[in-house]
């Protein structure tokens, strides 16, 4: 296996060394406009390099689903959390495949493979490396999420034909201690610096709702834009409520908050594909739309989403028609200009 030696992530923002704390200023003043005046800036920003009516669609599958030993205080999928998932082996190749082919079959342009370890064991790699090169011949990009990254992993996926790997940053870093105890914001940026190493194209976002402050969802927001270069693809996450999780019953946050999330992050990561991810099941069409005008232009897309319920797919069909928006090609998809 190729061993290879990390080099410190290029920027470690902790949040708390004065530049990071003028970046995080900037983004909360952008927080503070009135809506029209974000929404027309972020508008602004997403025309300069997107076409405003194209959507990337991406669907995602569980490979190994529950079980995990780590304790994200959002996650349906950790064995601490009496929630009802059950701890389940690695799906076939042939399920996998089923249902990439699906997805090709319904207009998804990325197949995203899940799994629910705190990251992979090296016995762990072998079956998820097959998915990758089976679901790479089907013309689809693909994407993998399997948490922490060691030596050489990001190699051999990138071997096997990965074009994505999801890590996200979940929240900001003085609140990360909050929801996560298992693991640092500092190992999380090790493992991005390692897939970026690699040649991976790098999809970060993190979760809001999960009674962080504005200022908190601000500096999530900086952290992502100051990673170098910024993330290709960058997930905001409404948090999906499960219960058994200890977030389940935290207070929501209002539908203007997390479009203005969007926004921000659209203008603070103008090359990068903004994805309206988690929670959409949730989020009436009207604010979905707003999200679009706020220049998100990526989607989960089909009728689930790792463990919970997601809009089906011939919803968000209906949906892209009401708007006159279109769904991205794969080649298109893969660059923003
Ligand atoms: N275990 C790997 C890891 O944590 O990196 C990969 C799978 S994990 C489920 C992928 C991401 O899903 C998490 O980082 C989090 O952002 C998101 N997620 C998990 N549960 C969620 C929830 N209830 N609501 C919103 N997003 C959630
Ligand atoms: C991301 O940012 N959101 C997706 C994907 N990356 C892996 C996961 C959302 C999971 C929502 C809870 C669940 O379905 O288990
Ligand atoms: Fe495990 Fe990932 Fe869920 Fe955390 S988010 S409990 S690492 S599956």
Same mark, same amino acid.
Not at 139 to 165: F, I, N, P, S, V
């Given at each position: 296996?190729?061993?290879?030696?990390?080099?410190?992530?290029?920027?470690?923002?902790?949040?708390?060394?004065?530049?990071?704390?003028?970046?995080?200023?900037?983004?909360?003043?952008?927080?503070?406009?009135?809506?029209?005046?974000?929404?027309?800036?972020?508008?602004?920003?997403?025309?300069?390099?997107?076409?405003?009516?194209?959507?990337?669609?991406?669907?995602?599958?569980?490979?190994?689903?529950?079980?995990?030993?780590?304790?994200?205080?959002?996650?349906?999928?950790?064995?601490?959390?009496?929630?009802? +998932?059950?701890?389940?082996?690695?799906?076939?190749?042939? !399920?996998? &495949?089923? @249902? /990439?082919? #699906? %997805?090709?079959?319904?207009?998804?342009?990325?197949?995203?493979?899940?799994?629910?370890?705190?990251?992979?064991?090296?016995?762990?790699?072998?079956?998820?490396?097959?998915?990758?090169?089976?679901?790479?011949?089907?013309?689809?990009?693909?994407?993998?999420?399997?948490?922490?990254?060691?030596?050489?992993?990001?190699?051999?996926?990138?071997?096997?034909?990965?074009?994505?790997?999801?890590?996200?940053?979940?929240?900001?870093?003085?609140?990360?201690?909050?929801?996560?105890?298992?693991?640092?914001?500092?190992?999380?940026?090790?493992?991005?610096?390692?897939?970026?190493?690699?040649?991976?194209?790098?999809?970060?976002?993190?979760? +809001?709702?999960?009674?962080?402050?504005?200022?908190?969802? !601000?500096? &999530?927001? @900086? /952290?992502? #834009? %100051?990673?170098?270069?910024?993330?290709?693809?960058?997930?905001?996450?409404?948090?999906?409520?499960?219960?058994?999780?200890?977030?389940?019953?935290?207070?929501?946050?209002?539908?203007?908050?997390?479009?203005?999330?969007?926004?921000?992050?659209?203008?603070?990561?103008?090359?990068?594909?903004?994805?309206?991810?988690?929670?959409?099941?949730?989020?009436?069409?009207?604010?979905?739309?707003?999200?679009?005008?706020?220049?998100?232009?990526?989607?989960?897309?089909?009728?689930?989403?790792?463990?919970?319920?997601?809009?089906?797919?011939?919803?968000?069909?209906?949906?892209?028609?009401?708007?006159?928006?279109?769904?991205?090609?794969?080649?298109?998809?893969?660059?923003?200009?």
């Amino acid at each position: 296996m190729p061993s290879t030696t990390v080099k410190p992530a290029r920027r470690r923002d902790t949040g708390h060394a004065p530049d990071a704390r003028a970046r995080v200023a900037r983004i909360e003043a952008l927080f503070a406009l009135p809506f029209a005046d974000l929404l027309h800036r972020a508008q602004t920003v997403h025309r300069e390099r997107f076409d405003p009516n194209a959507v990337q669609l991406s669907t995602l599958l569980s490979v190994k689903t529950g079980g995990c030993p780590e304790d994200c205080a959002y996650c349906p999928q950790s064995a601490r959390h009496r929630t009802g +998932v059950a701890d389940e082996p690695v799906l076939p190749l042939d !399920a996998v &495949l089923a @249902a /990439a082919r #699906a %997805a090709r079959a319904a207009g998804a342009t990325r197949f995203c493979m899940g799994a629910a370890w705190r990251g992979p064991k090296e016995r762990d790699l072998a079956p998820v490396l097959e998915m990758v090169r089976a679901v790479k011949a089907l013309g689809l990009e693909t994407c993998a999420t399997l948490g922490l990254l060691r030596d050489g992993q990001a190699e051999q996926l990138k071997a096997a034909g990965l074009d994505y790997y999801n890590h996200n940053l979940d929240t900001a870093p003085d609140y990360y201690g909050e929801i996560i105890s298992t693991r640092t914001f500092a190992d999380r940026l090790e493992t991005l610096e390692r897939v970026r190493q690699a040649g991976l194209r790098v999809c970060c976002g993190g979760i +809001v709702g999960m009674g962080e402050s504005r200022a908190q969802r !601000a500096a &999530l927001i @900086a /952290a992502l #834009a %100051a990673l170098d270069p910024p993330p290709e693809s960058v997930p905001i996450n409404m948090l999906v409520q499960v219960e058994g999780t200890p977030l389940a019953g935290a207070p929501g946050l209002d539908w203007s908050e997390f479009v203005r999330t969007v926004a921000v992050a659209r203008i603070a990561l103008p090359t990068s594909y903004v994805r309206l991810s988690a929670g959409r099941q949730e989020m009436p069409e009207p604010v979905q739309a707003l999200c679009f005008l706020a220049g998100a232009n990526s989607i989960f897309y089909g009728e689930k989403l790792l463990t919970t319920g997601n809009p089906e797919a011939a919803a968000d069909r209906a949906l892209l028609d009401k708007l006159g928006m279109r769904a991205l090609g794969g080649a298109e998809a893969l660059r923003p200009d």
